[in-house]
């Protein structure tokens, strides 16, 4: 981080990546105080959001916030599969290569919109570090959770006049098994984690995410807690 941390603030969407580096940032990188934030944009797997809680209550944080941002599923449903009201969740294994980049699940701009309001949350508290759970992702990715995206969203922030708030993705080049090693090396419970897109009561098993995370924990030699239909 360049600095010695003292506070920070940590987005938490509740899966296993966010999950992770909030205990991560807790316990390994000891700041203190730290603050959660987590975020409802009208997304079909919203039950993320209790495990947000959840996590955060474990780690003790000094403030969890859940805010409603709504508008913004509201305005980019036309393009998403990842909010209620959008085109259906795709199979990962029914989504070509070439796609894969940028998957029907990415939405558009939420990253930027999401760290901004943390920025500006941090700026308010006096925060000068914000941490998410960008990570390079095994079987397909999203250009919003890169390091050159991390790295030129720094730039603008970085020029702040007073107060500028630098965004850190310590887990980027991770690879997923890697980022549920830390977790168990950490005493994360997983089972109170949530990752399927689709919002049912019991994980899929073959969106993208659920295929990545059941293979994240095979290749960490570890059972995933969470029920599969």
Same mark, same amino acid.
């Given at each position: 981080?360049?600095?010695? +941390?003292?506070? #920070?603030? !940590?987005?938490?969407?509740g899966?296993? /990546?966010? $999950?992770? %580096?909030?205990?991560? @940032?807790?316990?390994?990188?000891?700041?203190?105080p730290?603050?959660?934030?987590?975020?409802?944009?009208?997304?079909?797997?919203?039950?993320?959001?209790?495990?947000?809680?959840?996590? +955060?209550?474990? #780690?003790? !944080?000094?403030?969890?916030?859940?805010? /409603?941002? $709504?508008? %913004?599923?509201?305005? @980019?449903?036309?393009?998403?599969?990842?909010v209620?009201?959008?085109?259906?969740?795709?199979?990962?294994?029914?989504?070509?290569?070439?796609?894969?980049d940028?998957p029907?699940?990415?939405?558009?701009?939420?990253?930027?919109?999401?760290?901004?309001?943390?920025?500006?949350?941090?700026?308010?508290?006096? @925060?000068?570090?914000?941490?998410?759970?960008?990570?390079?992702?095994?079987?397909?990715?999203?250009?919003?959770?890169?390091?050159?995206f991390?790295?030129?969203?720094?730039?603008?922030?970085?020029?702040?006049?007073?107060n500028?708030?630098?965004?850190?993705?310590?887990?980027?080049w991770?690879?997923?098994?890697?980022?549920?090693?830390?977790?168990?090396?950490?005493?994360?419970?997983?089972?109170?984690?949530?990752?399927?897109?689709r919002?049912?009561?019991?994980?899929?098993?073959?969106?993208?995410?659920?295929?990545?995370?059941?293979?994240?924990?095979?290749?960490?030699?570890?059972?995933?807690?969470?029920?599969?239909?």
């Amino acid at each position: 981080m360049g600095r010695e +941390a003292t506070s #920070a603030v !940590v987005l938490l969407s509740g899966g296993v /990546d966010s $999950s992770v %580096l909030l205990h991560h @940032v807790v316990r390994t990188l000891h700041c203190t105080p730290v603050y959660a934030m987590s975020f409802d944009y009208g997304q079909r797997h919203k039950k993320e959001l209790a495990c947000a809680r959840w996590q +955060a209550e474990a #780690a003790g !944080v000094a403030e969890h916030r859940i805010l /409603d941002v $709504s508008f %913004l599923g509201d305005a @980019v449903r036309a393009a998403t599969a990842l909010v209620a009201g959008g085109e259906p969740v795709p199979d990962l294994a029914a989504l070509p290569e070439d796609d894969r980049d940028q998957p029907p699940t990415y939405v558009p701009n939420r990253n930027m919109v999401l760290l901004s309001i943390a920025a500006a949350y941090a700026e308010a508290r006096g @925060v000068r570090d914000v941490f998410y759970g960008a990570q390079a992702r095994d079987e397909y990715g999203y250009w919003d959770c890169t390091t050159a995206f991390v790295k030129n969203l720094n730039r603008v922030l970085g020029l702040n006049r007073r107060n500028a708030v630098t965004v850190h993705a310590p887990f980027v080049w991770m690879k997923k098994c890697d980022t549920v090693q830390t977790g168990l090396d950490l005493g994360v419970d997983f089972s109170h984690t949530w990752s399927c897109y689709r919002g049912g009561d019991t994980a899929c098993g073959t969106c993208p995410t659920c295929v990545e995370r059941l293979l994240a924990f095979r290749e960490a030699g570890a059972p995933d807690p969470l029920p599969y239909a």
